[in-house]
């Protein structure tokens, strides 16, 4: 996996990894700057930005003005565990950690489905068939027709296709953060009397 290499405002170099929960992580390298790392928006490739260290020790971007360089619109991360594939991307000029599921992986009931930018970045700490602890709803957030088992309320699910086992199936998934309440094989079966109840 990458290890990508960023600069800091006073010239030093960091590596850039994630750890299990996809929290960015910075260690340091040398005294010495290393080529930037340039990234563009996915939406918008001509808009280009140098993700380095901030002042204040966080990771972010800044704004490359007439960019006459071109961009990655995302990043592959170092993590602890081979089996989890975080990458960056940059939505709005904010820098987003996404996680990917790796190709052949199946999916199942409990876990979250990768993100894709439309929501914000969710943890399960825990693992599969676990809370979510982000994002967290507020007390009046609490209402809704369904409560998934990541703990969210809402009034619709999102309901995504994937190739499982050779089949497309129907993953019913919590709108705030793609928790899979269900998994429906084949896709079909969504439109049988037995599974009206998700368009409710």
Known sequence: MAKPLINDTHGNTWRVSADIAGTLLATFVASQSTIPLYMCERSAP???????????????????????????????????????????????GIL?????????????????????GTTPIALQPGGIGTPVTMPVQTQGENLGLWVAGCGHWFTNWDIFSAQISGQTSALICCPVCYY???VITPYSLIHTDANMIIFA
């Open 96 to 116: 987003q950690v996404q996680i990917n599921q790796p190709f052949g992986t199946p999916l199942v009931a409990g876990q979250l489905y990768q993100n894709d």
């Open 180 to 182: 899979i309440q269900r």
């Open 46 to 92: 001509e808009t280009v930005y140098e993700v380095k260290i901030l002042p204040n020790g966080l990771i972010g971007t800044f704004l490359v003005s007439n960019a006459k360089t071109h961009g990655a619109s995302e990043v592959w991360l170092d993590t602890p565990d081979p089996t989890i594939f975080y990458f960056l991307q940059i939505k709005g």
